[in-house]
């Protein structure tokens, strides 16, 4: 784990946030920013910097975090109107924290113009 990394110090609970999910293997928070009505972080707890670094070992790990979007989909009552998951890889998408993580928004239509300007 990278000293530095913010997403690393919130699933290890060395920082602040309001984390609405954990198991041994992922973390899920709410975003500090929000887009939308319902914005949380779902993160592994193991760093991996950037969706191009996912190995093979990780598929059940991504499957997981997977079955957590799905999860909190239902409990934050986004699932029958739908939701969006984002993923950005590297400094073109927008990524700024560098561990992999998926954004779940909803609560609200989404438009392609949700993510002009935002990083993360």
């Not at 998926?102 to 935002?118: I, M, N, Q, V, Y």
Request: charged residues 25%; aromatic residues 6%; hydrophobic residues 40%.
């Amino acid at each position: 784990m990278p000293s530095d990394c913010v997403f690393c110090k919130i699933a290890n609970k060395e920082m602040e946030s309001e984390i609405v999910y954990e198991d041994s293997d992922v973390v899920a928070f709410k975003d500090i920013s929000p887009a939308a009505p319902v914005h949380l972080l779902v993160v592994p707890r193991k760093h991996i910097s950037t969706h191009q670094e996912v190995l093979e070992e990780d598929a059940y790990l991504l499957g997981k975090i997977h079955m957590v979007i799905n999860e909190l989909a239902r409990a934050f009552q986004i699932e029958e109107d739908g939701y969006r998951v984002i993923v950005n890889c590297g400094k073109h998408s927008g990524q700024v924290v560098y561990h992999l993580h998926f954004h779940l928004l909803g609560g609200k239509p989404l438009t392609d113009s949700l993510a002009e300007g935002r990083g993360a």
